[in-house]
């Protein structure tokens, strides 16, 4: 039985140095500096290592969120990488804090054919400006696929920012459901900042006639207290894999897919107290040294 992984990880404010930084973008990071820098590159390289050693192989697609520059991506597959030979998608957000999400891809299993930005401001202020969506339309053994990366408004603020993120759902719907009448597989990833709960992924899931066409196995894992990422000790799962299970394994000839929160004890604080939780880079202003302040969530294909 062969297996292809897909994954997706928000890596929490990767950065490149201050000092390296494009476009004089200024990290918010305090005193962050190449040797931090080099030290949380070591340590999401090693994430996906401890993915390999656990599943036996490199998730094949990765999508990744709060990416701050090109260059960390080329550092993430530099020849001393397991990645080292894996293709990048990245185009550059308008968002306030210089982040954008990406996508990271094994170019001997699939191939892209095209790729886009979507972007769909509430308004024409600043204070609208966020992370882009990225579409991409993938090849395997000729069969295609489309897969989105995400990362929506976040519910800092009191959830100032609700309004913009239900916009961009309601966007988001009426860019699938051309997709869903050609009968198209589709694999949504990302950090929604919203649980698999929320009515606002739930409609994303269904099309015109009200036929669910998207599966949320997040869903269950949020009902068992499985969560991705925590905010003030309260757990969340806002990283999610949502995807079109009928069309997948009919195209791709997939028996089984399994999803799972990937919470390895090396992705966890050390200390007893404090071990559920994710060993974050920051804390605060106070840098810990950590990996991401969110698990990855990963999706097997079985096939």
């Known amino acids: 039985m062969s297996t292809k992984l897909l994954m997706f990880y928000n890596v929490e404010n990767l950065f490149p140095p201050d000092s390296d930084s494009p476009d004089n973008v200024i990290t918010g990071l305090r005193n962050w500096d190449a040797y931090k820098y080099k030290q949380k590159i070591r340590k999401i390289t090693n994430a996906f290592r401890f993915v390999e050693e656990d599943h036996g192989q490199l998730p094949s697609i990765i999508g990744l969120a709060e990416i701050g520059s090109k260059s960390v991506l080329e550092d993430l597959t530099d020849e001393n990488s397991p990645l080292h030979s894996y293709g990048i998608i990245y185009e550059k957000s308008n968002d306030s804090r210089g982040l954008s999400v990406a996508m990271l891809y094994d170019k001997e299993k699939f191939s892209v ?8 401001p509430l308004g024409e202020n600043s204070e609208y400006h966020t992370r882009d969506i990225l579409q991409v339309e993938l090849s395997s053994d000729g069969k295609t696929f489309q897969v989105f990366v995400l990362h929506l408004p976040s519910q800092r ?7 913009q993120r239900y916009f961009i759902f309601q966007k988001l719907k009426e860019t699938l459901e051309p997709l869903f009448d050609k009968g198209e597989p589709i694999v949504l990833m990302g950090d929604f900042n919203e649980n698999p709960d929320s009515e606002a992924i739930k409609k994303i899931c269904f099309d015109k006639m009200h036929n669910q066409l998207l599966i949320n196995p997040f869903e269950e894992m949020f009902q068992k207290n499985q969560f991705s990422t925590f905010h003030d000790k309260q757990g969340m799962v806002f990283d999610q894999i949502i995807f079109t299970e009928k069309t997948l394994k009919e195209r791709f000839n997939v028996k089984n897919i399994r999803a799972e929160i990937y919470t390895t004890p090396r992705l966890r604080n050390k200390d007893n107290k404090n071990g559920k939780y994710p060993f974050r880079t920051y804390s605060g202003s106070r840098f810990i040294g950590g990996y991401s302040d969110h698990f990855p969530v990963v999706i097997g294909l079985e096939g």
């Open 113 to 120: 054919l095209s790729f886009k930005t979507l972007r769909f």
């Open 157 to 163: 603020n009191r959830d100032s920012k609700k309004e």
